[in-house]
């Protein structure tokens, strides 16, 4: 089909890039909110932002890092039940209504961890035989930007001060057309 083909003389960004831009906006989402506002829950149905920080984190950890990489020990072992949240297989898990509750580990100890995740992840991201679980963990952490920014509107919407996210633009990813 006509105009299908990647139109730039340059390469498609490598797995590696893409992980890094993802995890980065995640970050660059959550930067202008505070301690407080990063651990509100305004509904049940909702989750506070720093929990889905630190549940795409579990994800790479569990998935990738735990699985398939050799001596690799989690960061936190208390942490699985905090972060996980559907995998019945990955065992017991907090309820979806108590995140909010989570007022420990704070968002610099969650960022912490996202950091050790994110350098100790590097190997796995160049061995083609993780490339699928990769881009599923990127299309999750994807999902949960989009959650983060829903749950935190809507908490912030509760708030009769009426505070803004931004001041100013909102962040877009390294490299994007935005960016």
Known sequence: MPGTERQSSEAAPSLSERYRATRQLSEALAAPLSEADATLQSMADASP???HLAHTTWFFETFLLRDRLAGYRLY??????????YYEAEGERILRARRGLLSRPTLAEILGWRAHVDEAIQPLLFDPR???L???????????QELLLTDI??????????????????????????G
């Open 49 to 51: 932002a720093k929990w």
């Open 76 to 85: 936190d072992e208390r942490w699985p039940f905090l972060f996980n949240s």
């Open 130 to 132: 993780n490339a699928a």
């Open 134 to 144: 990769v881009e599923l963990g990127l299309a999750h952490e994807q999902q949960h």
């Open 153 to 178: 509107k809507h908490a912030l919407f509760q708030n009769p001060l009426g505070p803004a996210m931004w001041n100013d633009e909102v962040p877009s990813a390294p490299g994007s057309a935005e």
